[in-house]
């Protein structure tokens, strides 16, 4: 079954064409290079096998794929982009300036490495990356783990300056050298904005007050087979780089903590074999295809599972801000994100499921 | 954070007037579904009933799949009748900590977009004082009982909170809400661009002279909203209600950081086209006020003197409470 998965037909071929190294350092963060060229000059190259172990090769040297592996050359930047912290307020954002880490000889695991093998499709360009910092920014704010409120004090400011660099560096592997308040106006024009919900809106409302509600849930586009690939490839990457990470960023102070922090290690090792084990997205048994709604089901649940997963990286950086600080909270947090962990991938087995309303 | 919610319920009023009550009771999930519900004798409108309840959740940011929330409606009830969801979804928002309740709430509403949040209307007409109102004209989106923009609509408002006397006893916070939306969609341009309904001829004055400032410090929205300024409360006293309506004012157009909870305000200014926040009188009744209201996510902003002045142990209880405080010289980006 893992075979399947990394020899995934549906994952976007590398164009080997279209490798240009002008690109790399400006629009490009990474780019899927073909063997044989030399890496150019502040440039790395990082290369993935099939099972996710990645090596680093340094800029002058000659890109030797060995069998089954993928390699991107790395720009280490650095770069700028804006992000919006609050979808209801665009036009107030942050200007950040970041780097892709240089390799760190205490990791074992390069974050940004594994960024490329687990989630990185073919080319890393510099607007899909801002817009997934800002998706994990946007949602720490939301969820109140990070604070940027009204007439933010420089106090608060540095509190979420360190709090922000150390989820850029655990989610993505990169550091942020720079980040300040910005005035959007210029580029996000609000009035503008709203215009086109109003027009978007034009379409008869009336309508819909008289259809079932659920006739109204938007049609997004989902294609489950492609969603289930991704989410998964991704459980199955990190979970056991995340469970490291998470061993070595607690000390226990005590037997209590100790038993706690050894469940919780346990209970994602769980995960990580039920992931590793996950029966076919498109069968309910060997030979016996699943109705295409349940097959929806389970990438819905997957997909799920991979936002948990975003969330055990945010967790984990607040681990390490917290250092000896209290951690009450974020076992809690932590507790919570695992049993969100065990419910998605339990409910991605199963092929059906029998619903009760009452109690 | 909070001490955790084990029971809560919320009531609506049915079409006969009657009261309804929909208590929701949190346990271990332990394997089973989510949500469950039942209304005696009508299995159909507790199936509607959780569908409802799901869909509401989905404009949460944070999901624990480690409860499992029962809900439990006292009595049958005409399967036309739908203004109880919003009452359905309070409840279940409270036992689960994701809303704080000060008072036992009463809530009328039903929506054919739960998921967005959106509440699309009520049935109740004439709603009595105190009764949450879902709806264009009362709470239009969940987000709104916190102030927040509602992030799909073409009309962006928000809402700030201010004391509305000085403080004591007696008082309370009120709010006021700025709605704005782009001025070239308006249909008559001629009308004024910032209209008040239910206030007189000084205090529309006053409001429209603070926006004008507000507004010129800020570089832009002049000549590009039409704005709406509504006050929940029209009997308030001094002019210290001035940042409130700053503050959402910002947020109304998108200029602002954001709070999970509410903004409480107060504060005045005799140059917001400077952006400098000014000194108003009552700071010890006003902070008491404060921090009997306030909760979790709200975020208290004073003016700069007061920061020497504040209660002994005001910002412990309030960063305890999970809320914030700032004493601010100046509006604006730090």
Redesign the interface.
């Known amino acids: 079954m893992l075979g399947s998965l990394f020899r995934n037909p549906l994952r976007r071929p590398p164009r080997q064409d279209a490798f240009d190294a002008t690109l790399l350092g400006s629009a490009a963060i990474a780019l899927p290079a073909p063997a044989g060229i030399t890496i150019p000059a502040p440039c790395a190259a990082v290369l993935v096998d099939r099972g996710g172990r990645s090596r680093r090769l340094a800029a002058g040297s000659r890109i030797a794929a060995l069998e089954g592996e993928t390699a991107w050359c790395v720009h280490p930047g650095p770069y700028t982009c804006d992000l919006v912290p609050f979808a209801g307020a665009p036009e107030i954002g942050l200007r950040v300036s970041f780097a892709v880490d240089a390799s760190d000889p205490r990791a074992t695991h390069q974050r940004f490495d594994l960024f490329l093998a687990s989630e990185a499709g073919s080319a890393v360009d510099l607007a899909g990356f801002g817009a997934l910092a800002q998706t994990a920014l946007q949602r720490e704010l939301a969820q109140g783990n990070l604070e940027l409120p009204p007439c933010t004090t420089l106090e608060e400011w540095n509190t979420f300056r360190s709090g922000f660099n150390q989820l850029m560096y655990t989610r993505f592997g990169v550091t942020v050298d720079d980040c300040v308040p910005v005035d959007l106006g210029a580029t996000h024009d609000y009035p503008a904005l709203l215009e086109a919900r109003l027009a978007a809106q034009a379409v008869p409302v009336t309508a819909a007050a008289s259809v079932e509600p659920v006739a109204a849930m938007p049609a997004e586009a989902f294609v489950p087979a492609c969603e289930d690939a991704r989410a998964l490839r991704r459980l199955f990457l990190e979970l056991p780089c995340l469970m490291c990470a998470v061993r070595m960023a607690v000390l226990p102070a005590d037997q209590g903590r100790f038993r706690q922090h050894q469940e919780l290690l346990r209970r994602l090792d769980l995960v990580s074999l039920s992931v590793g084990t996950m029966p076919a997205l498109e069968l309910a048994a060997p030979g016996q295809p699943l109705a295409p709604e349940e097959q929806l089901r389970r990438a819905r649940h997957s997909r799920r599972a991979a936002a948990a997963l975003d969330e055990a990286w945010a967790l984990l950086a607040r681990m390490k801000v917290a250092g000896e600080g209290p951690l009450d909270v974020l076992f809690d947090e932590a507790d919570r994100i695992v049993a969100n962990l065990e419910t998605e991938t339990g409910a991605r087995r199963v092929t059906h499921v029998h619903e009760e309303v009452t109690a | 954070?909070t001490a955790p919610v084990f029971e809560a319920s919320c009531r609506s009023i049915l079409p006969d007037g009657s009261m309804m009550t929909i208590t929701a009771t949190r346990r271990p999930r332990a394997g089973?579904?989510d949500v469950?519900?039942?209304v005696p004798g009508a299995?159909a409108q507790?199936?509607r009933m959780?569908?409802v309840v799901r869909?509401a959740r989905h404009t949460e940011?944070?999901?624990?799949?480690?409860d499992q929330v029962?809900l439990?409606a006292d009595r049958a009830f005409d399967p036309a009748a739908r203004d109880w969801e919003l009452a359905a979804v309070l409840a279940d928002r409270i036992v689960r900590g994701v809303l704080q309740a000060a008072r036992p709430m009463v809530a009328n509403g039903w929506?054919?977009?739960?998921?967005l949040g959106r509440i699309?209307g009520r049935a109740l007409v004439n709603v009595p004082d105190g009764v949450l109102a879902g709806g264009p004209d009362g709470i239009p989106h969940l987000g709104a009982l916190t102030g927040?923009?509602d992030?799909?609509?073409?009309?962006?408002s928000a809402r700030a909170w201010f004391p509305l006397h000085s403080g004591g006893d007696h008082d309370d916070l009120g709010w006021v809400e700025v709605s704005v939306?782009?001025?070239?969609?308006a249909m008559d341009t001629d009308d004024d661009a910032i209209s008040l309904p239910d206030l007189d001829a000084l205090r529309q004055g006053q409001v429209r002279a603070v926006l004008a400032g507000a507004r010129h410090f800020d570089?832009?929205g002049q000549g590009?909203?039409k704005t709406t300024v509504r006050f929940g409360e029209t009997g308030f006293s001094g002019d210290s209600y001035g940042l409130a309506l700053v503050?959402a004012d910002?947020?109304a157009?998108?200029?602002?950081?954001?709070?999970?909870g509410r903004?409480i305000a107060t504060g005045t200014s005799s140059a917001w086209h400077a952006g400098k926040v000014e000194t108003v009188d009552a700071l010890a009744p006003k902070c008491a006020l404060i921090l009997r209201e306030a909760g979790p996510?709200d975020?208290i902003?004073l003016p700069k003197a007061w920061e020497s002045a504040l209660p002994q142990g005001m910002r412990e209880a309030l960063r305890a409470r999970?809320a914030?405080i700032?004493c601010?010289e100046r509006?604006?980006?730090?």
Do not use: N
């Open positions: 954070m089973r579904a469950k519900c039942s299995p507790a199936e959780q569908q869909l940011p944070r999901y624990d799949s480690r029962v439990s929506s054919d977009a739960w998921h699309d927040q923009p992030p799909g609509a073409a009309t962006a939306r782009p001025l070239a969609s570089g832009r590009q909203w503050m910002r947020i157009r998108g200029r602002e950081f954001m709070t999970r903004v996510g975020r902003l999970g914030s700032a601010v509006i604006g980006i730090i």
